[in-house]
């Protein structure tokens, strides 16, 4: 069986608009991933139908050579957190995780885990409602980890952080990438991936720009940053 | 499937909102009871104790809240999102909360009828009038009410899940409710017994409610009723199924 993530032909119209056109990359095994793109470029409609979300209008895109929902056990196989906000704001958070949990097979001690793992230990049994956005993205990382899965998909998951909060984001995830997982987290902001990526893959409008090693996006001698804004430029 | 049944309940219990619509639906029985009392001439006529248990199943207003809360609650929270990665098979997930919400029902009806029958043997004995109410005709009312609470629990899911956006929703079940089914039942004349909000009232033996028509059998009623329920199952997880969660 195929391993790994892999996006094949990837189309989503929207009526008139479309999201994603044409999207093929492959997502290497045990790395931390940057998927980057300006905001509106289709990065999130792309993960979207990764996790059977939303329905390709044409293509596919396969965790080890299945769509998410023929998956036998998505949670313990891919962990997501795609929204930041996606709490019932009257829950406790360990509620909210606890209920997660139960789909993903997993006990009250990983529940603490994952508590222990996003520092959210001692605001455990407080109400979502009460929480910062930075507060709410650890949850929604919480939540991807509950499964223990091998692949782990993240929407924009700095938002909302602090450049403590940031900090800590970057050793999560290289922390996860040294497990041997592979890590799939998208950002308008190359800067944020930096220093954790090692491999970028860059869309605009919902095109693919650019897929490969981070340490070739400036082998022509220009900056980053510079090559960035030349791929994401108004084609 | 039993585990998301259970889930279903778990979440149900941990938050505060069922909890404040039954509370509002006891506020709403006794009010009713009670207002019947003072504004009657007298309980001494057929019709008055059934009507004053009958409010148990006017009751149903707010199962129908709680059961548009299933799915479009998790829209307004985007918490939708977790529940179909957790179980991407959508149909399951939306069958456990048809199960559990029509659970909730139940235990909604079953409060419900115990407020209304206390409420009213209450007032009974302060204004010194006997209960004219055979053991029968109290089961057969209590059992219609509560069977009408259900049946709104379902019919509530899947008016969540067709419309999705949770103020849109309560908002035309209400309008429905007060407004819509009287002028819908002007325009299709003896239909109008079958219409949802009549039917319910025929199930919860509420007297004389569908302006000047008979109602129908409380047997119809209930049959009427669980067609409602069934359809708009079936309206739940059709929608759910194919529709992009963005």
Known sequence: MAQGISIEGLTKRFGSITAVDDLSFDVPSGRVTGFLGPNGAGKTTTLRMLLGLVAPTSGEALVDGRRYQDLDAPRRTVGAAVEAMAAHPGRRARDHLWVLARTAGAGPERVDEVLEMVGLTEAQHRRVGGFSLGMRQRLGLASALLGDPQYLVLDEPANGLDPAGMAWLRGLLRGLAAEGRTVLVSSHVLSEVAQTADHVVIVNAGRLRYAGPLAELDADGRSLEEAFLDLTATS | MRTLIHLELYKLRTVRAPLVLLGLSQLLIVGGVTGLVV??????????????LAHAGLASLFTLVLGIMAVAGEYRNQTITDTFLSTPRRSRAIAAKLVAYAVAGAAFAAVNAVTAVVATRTWWSVEGVPLDLDEAEL?????????????????????????????????????????????????????ARWLPFSAGSALGDLPGRVGGLEPVSQ????????????LFALVAVTTTVRRDVT
């Not at chain 2, 504004?39 to 004053?52: K, Q, V």
């Not at chain 2, 309008?175 to 089914?181: F, P, Y």
């Not at chain 2, 047997?219 to 069934?230: D, F, N, R």
Request: glycine share 12%.
């Open chain 2, 139 to 191: 089961w057969r009312t209590i059992a219609g009410c509560a069977a009408w609470n259900v049946a709104f629990a379902v019919v509530g899911v899947g008016v969540g899940a067709l419309m999705r956006n949770l103020t849109a929703a309560v908002a035309a079940a209400l309008a429905w409710i007060a407004l819509v089914e009287g002028i819908v039942g002007q325009l299709v004349g003896d239909l």
């Open chain 2, 39 to 52: 504004s009657s001439d007298t309980l001494r006529t057929a019709d008055a104790a059934p009507s004053a």
């Open chain 2, 219 to 230: 047997v119809a009623g209930a049959a009427a009723l669980a067609g409602y329920a069934a």
